[in-house]
C-alpha cells in the first residue's frame, strides 16, 4: 500500500466499490430477468428467443468497430488536456459511423428475417422477433455513444447505473405486455423498452457537458483516422470475444433441440454471473490505467495491478466453487427439474470462469497503456481455439461440448494475458500467490463437501458449510499473509471516507 499513493488508491477503491456494488446489483436483476423469462416461457420458447438473441449479438460487431473502446480511452485522454474540440469530433466520427452500420444491420434483419425463421432457427415466430431486435439495434447504438462519454471522464455512478436502468425496465414491460398476452414477443419488446429507456436518462448528464458540445468539431477526417488506428485491432478483439461468447448457442441452435438450447442459456449465463467482478474492476482500470500511463506513472500503476491480482482471485475463488459444489439445489431452485440436465455444462464453464475474471481485467490494462493488438492476438487465438472446438465437439456431445469449448478457450486468454501484462509492468508473475490461494480454496472446498453429505443437506448443509468453510478459508490466508488486516481497514476507509 505503501507503493500506491492515497489519491489514487483513493480514486481507485472508491470508483471500484461503487461499481462493484452497481454491477453487483446489475448482475443480480440480470439474473433475476432471466429466470423470469425461464418460468414464464417454455424451454422451447426460452430457447428461441435467446437463439434469436445470440444471433443479433454476434452480429453487433460488425456495428461497433471496436469504436466504443477506442472513445472512452480518447476521451480520458483529451480530457487530461482540455481538448474538447478533439473530444466532440471523435464523438461524431463515432456516431456517424456506427449510424452507417447499424442502417445495414436493421436492412439485413428486415430482408432476411423470413428466410432466417424458416431454414435457420425453423421456426416462423423468429421473423417478428428479428425486425422487433433491429429496433434494439438502434437504440443500443444511442445508448452506448453516452455510455462511452460518461465512462472515459470517469462519471462512476451514472455509467455504472445504465444496465440497472436497462434491466429496471425491462423486467417491468416483459410483465405488462406478458399480461396482455404478448407471449415470447414480450421479452423482445421489453429488451427495446428497456435499452431505449437507458439511453434517455444517461443523455440527461451527457448534455451538461457544455465545454464538449460548444466546441467545434475540425479535422474530422484525421480524429477518424486515429480512432480507428486504435480500434481495427479492437475490433478484431470484440469479433474474437463475440465468437466465443455466442458462437456456441449459434452452433447449437442448428444442431440440437431449441429445447436444449434453452436449457444451455440457463447453464451458461449462470456461470458466467460472477463476470461482473471483471466487468466492473476493467471499466475502472481502462480510463484510470490511460491516465497513469500517460504520465509515465509507473510506481503508481504496478502497486495497483499487484492489489488488483491478489484480493480479485480471493473474493471469485470461494464464490465459484460454492456455485460448483452446490450447483444441482441451484439450479433446480431457481429454474426447476426441467434444466437440471445442464449441470455437467454449468460447471464446465464455471472452471473457465474463473480463469476470465483475471483474463478480462488483463485486457483492459494491455489496451490501457496502448497496445490493443496485443489483446486482439490474445482474444483471435482463443477464438479460433472455441470455433475449433466446438466444431469438433458440439455435434457429438451437444451442450457438454460447448462449455468445453467455452471454458478452453477463457483459459488460453488467462494464460496468454497474465503472461504479456506481468512484462508491462515489470513484476513478479502472480501465479505462486494465486497457487497459495488455490490450497485455502481446497479446504474451503473439502468442507463444502464434508458438511452436507455427513451432517446436514439442502440449503441449511450448504449455508453452513459455506460459513465454516469461509472463516477456515479467511483464517489460512491471514497466516499465508496473503490477507493483510491493515491493507484491508486501509482500503474500507477508502470506499467509505467522503
Same mark, same amino acid.
Given at each position: 500500500?505503501?507503493?500506491?499513493?492515497?489519491?489514487?488508491?483513493?480514486?481507485?477503491?472508491?470508483? *471500484?466499490? =461503487?461499481?462493484?456494488? %452497481?454491477?453487483?446489483?446489475? &448482475? #443480480? !436483476?440480470?439474473?433475476?430477468?432471466?429466470? $423470469? +423469462?425461464?418460468?414464464?416461457?417454455?424451454?422451447?420458447?426460452?430457447?428461441?428467443?435467446?437463439?434469436?438473441?445470440?444471433?443479433?449479438?454476434?452480429?453487433?460487431?460488425?456495428?461497433?468497430?471496436?469504436?466504443?473502446?477506442?472513445?472512452?480511452?480518447?476521451?480520458?485522454?483529451?480530457?487530461?488536456?482540455?481538448?474538447?474540440?478533439?473530444?466532440?469530433?471523435?464523438?461524431?466520427?463515432?456516431?456517424?459511423?456506427?449510424?452507417?452500420?447499424?442502417?445495414?444491420?436493421?436492412?439485413?434483419?428486415?430482408?432476411?428475417?423470413?428466410?432466417?425463421?424458416?431454414?435457420?432457427?425453423?421456426?416462423?415466430?423468429?421473423?417478428? *422477433?428479428? =425486425?422487433?431486435?433491429? %429496433?434494439?439495434?438502434?437504440? &443500443? #447504438? !444511442?445508448?452506448?455513444?453516452?455510455?462511452? $462519454? +460518461?465512462?472515459?471522464?470517469?462519471?462512476?455512478?451514472?455509467?455504472?447505473?445504465?444496465?440497472?436502468?436497462?434491466?429496471?425496465?425491462?423486467?417491468?414491460?416483459?410483465?405488462?405486455?406478458?399480461?396482455?398476452?404478448?407471449?415470447?414477443?414480450?421479452?423482445?419488446?421489453?429488451?427495446?423498452?428497456?435499452?431505449?429507456?437507458?439511453?434517455?436518462?444517461?443523455?440527461?448528464?451527457?448534455?451538461?457537458?457544455?465545454?464538449?458540445?460548444?466546441?467545434?468539431?475540425?479535422?474530422?477526417?484525421?480524429?477518424?483516422?486515429?480512432?480507428?488506428?486504435?480500434?481495427?485491432?479492437?475490433?478484431?478483439?470484440?469479433?474474437?470475444?463475440?465468437? =466465443?461468447?455466442?458462437?456456441?448457442?449459434?452452433?447449437?441452435?442448428?444442431?440440437?433441440?431449441?429445447?436444449?438450447?434453452?436449457?444451455?442459456?440457463?447453464?451458461?449465463?449462470?456461470?458466467?454471473?460472477?463476470?461482473?467482478?471483471?466487468?466492473?474492476?476493467?471499466?475502472?482500470?481502462?480510463?484510470?490505467?490511460?491516465?497513469?500511463?500517460?504520465?509515465?506513472?509507473?510506481?503508481?500503476?504496478?502497486?495497483?495491478?499487484?492489489?488488483?491480482?491478489?484480493?480479485?482471485?480471493?473474493?471469485?475463488?470461494?464464490?465459484?466453487?460454492?456455485?460448483?459444489?452446490?450447483?444441482?439445489?441451484?439450479?433446480?431452485?431457481?429454474?426447476?427439474?426441467?434444466?437440471?440436465?445442464?449441470?455437467?455444462?454449468?460447471?464446465?464453464?464455471?472452471?473457465?470462469?474463473?480463469?476470465?475474471?483475471?483474463?478480462?481485467?488483463?485486457?483492459?490494462?494491455?489496451?490501457?497503456?496502448?497496445?490493443?493488438?496485443?489483446?486482439?492476438?490474445?482474444?483471435?487465438?482463443?477464438?479460433?481455439?472455441?470455433?475449433?472446438?466446438?466444431?469438433?465437439?458440439?455435434?457429438?456431445?451437444?451442450?457438454?461440448?460447448?462449455?468445453?469449448?467455452?471454458?478452453?478457450?477463457?483459459?488460453?486468454?488467462?494464460?496468454?494475458?497474465?503472461?504479456?501484462?506481468?512484462?508491462?509492468?515489470?513484476?513478479?508473475?502472480?501465479?505462486?500467490?494465486?497457487?497459495?490461494?488455490?490450497?485455502?480454496?481446497?479446504?474451503?472446498?473439502?468442507?463444502?463437501?464434508?458438511?452436507?453429505?455427513?451432517?446436514?443437506?439442502?440449503?441449511?448443509?450448504?449455508?453452513?458449510?459455506?460459513?465454516?468453510?469461509?472463516?477456515?478459508?479467511?483464517?489460512?490466508?491471514?497466516?499465508?499473509?496473503?490477507?493483510?488486516?491493515?491493507?484491508?481497514?486501509?482500503?474500507?476507509?477508502?470506499?467509505?471516507?467522503?
Amino acid at each position: 500500500m505503501e507503493t500506491f499513493p492515497i489519491n489514487y488508491t483513493k480514486k481507485a477503491v472508491k470508483g *471500484l466499490g =461503487i461499481v462493484t456494488v %452497481l454491477m453487483a446489483l446489475t &448482475s #443480480l !436483476l440480470a439474473y433475476i430477468l432471466r429466470v $423470469i +423469462l425461464a418460468r414464464k416461457l417454455s424451454p422451447t420458447d426460452f430457447g428461441l428467443f435467446y437463439a434469436v438473441l445470440a444471433f443479433m449479438m454476434f452480429l453487433l460487431i460488425f456495428r461497433d468497430f471496436g469504436l466504443r473502446v477506442g472513445l472512452v480511452k480518447f476521451i480520458a485522454h483529451y480530457a487530461v488536456e482540455r481538448n474538447y474540440s478533439k473530444i466532440k469530433t471523435l464523438i461524431a466520427a463515432s456516431l456517424v459511423f456506427q449510424l452507417l452500420s447499424s442502417a445495414i444491420l436493421i436492412i439485413f434483419f428486415i430482408v432476411f428475417s423470413s428466410y432466417l425463421a424458416k431454414h435457420y432457427f425453423k421456426d416462423p415466430r423468429a421473423s417478428i *422477433l428479428l =425486425i422487433l431486435f433491429g %429496433l434494439y439495434v438502434f437504440f &443500443s #447504438l !444511442l445508448c452506448n455513444v453516452v455510455y462511452s $462519454i +460518461l465512462q472515459g471522464f470517469q462519471e462512476v455512478k451514472w455509467y455504472a447505473s445504465e444496465e440497472l436502468i436497462r434491466l429496471g425496465v425491462t423486467i417491468i414491460a416483459f410483465f405488462i405486455f406478458y399480461a396482455v398476452g404478448y407471449g415470447i414477443l414480450s421479452a423482445a419488446i421489453a429488451f427495446v423498452i428497456g435499452v431505449a429507456s437507458a439511453f434517455v436518462i444517461l443523455t440527461l448528464k451527457v448534455i451538461h457537458y457544455s465545454d464538449i458540445w460548444k466546441a467545434k468539431i475540425y479535422d474530422f477526417k484525421g480524429a477518424t483516422k486515429e480512432l480507428f488506428a486504435f480500434s481495427a485491432p479492437v475490433i478484431f478483439t470484440g469479433m474474437g470475444n463475440k465468437v =466465443i461468447a455466442w458462437l456456441d448457442v449459434l452452433m447449437l441452435t442448428y444442431f440440437v433441440s431449441l429445447e436444449m438450447v434453452g436449457i444451455y442459456n440457463v447453464v451458461l449465463p449462470t456461470a458466467l454471473l460472477f463476470l461482473f467482478f471483471a466487468k466492473a474492476s476493467s471499466k475502472i482500470l481502462l480510463p484510470m490505467v490511460s491516465e497513469l500511463w500517460s504520465k509515465n506513472d509507473y510506481k503508481r500503476l504496478f502497486a495497483g495491478v499487484q492489489l488488483l491480482y491478489r484480493y480479485m482471485f480471493i473474493i471469485t475463488l470461494p464464490l465459484i466453487i460454492s456455485i460448483f459444489v452446490f450447483a444441482p439445489l441451484f439450479i433446480e431452485t431457481l429454474f426447476g427439474q426441467e434444466y437440471l440436465g445442464g449441470i455437467v455444462a454449468f460447471r464446465i464453464v464455471l472452471v473457465g470462469v474463473l480463469g476470465y475474471v483475471i483474463a478480462a481485467n488483463n485486457h483492459a490494462i494491455i489496451t490501457a497503456v496502448g497496445k490493443p493488438t496485443l489483446v486482439m492476438k490474445i482474444v483471435l487465438f482463443a477464438a479460433v481455439a472455441n470455433i475449433v472446438l466446438n466444431i469438433l465437439l458440439i455435434p457429438s456431445l451437444g451442450i457438454v461440448g460447448a462449455a468445453i469449448a467455452t471454458a478452453i478457450s477463457y483459459i488460453c486468454m488467462l494464460l496468454l494475458s497474465t503472461n504479456y501484462v506481468s512484462k508491462f509492468v515489470a513484476m513478479e508473475s502472480p501465479w505462486k500467490v494465486w497457487l497459495r490461494v488455490t490450497l485455502s480454496g481446497m479446504i474451503f472446498t473439502a468442507v463444502l463437501f464434508f458438511i452436507p453429505l455427513k451432517i446436514l443437506t439442502g440449503w441449511p448443509g450448504a449455508i453452513l458449510s459455506v460459513c465454516i468453510g469461509g472463516i477456515l478459508y479467511c483464517v489460512t490466508l491471514y497466516y499465508q499473509k496473503l490477507l493483510n488486516l491493515t491493507e484491508i481497514k486501509q482500503l474500507l476507509a477508502l470506499v467509505l471516507q467522503k
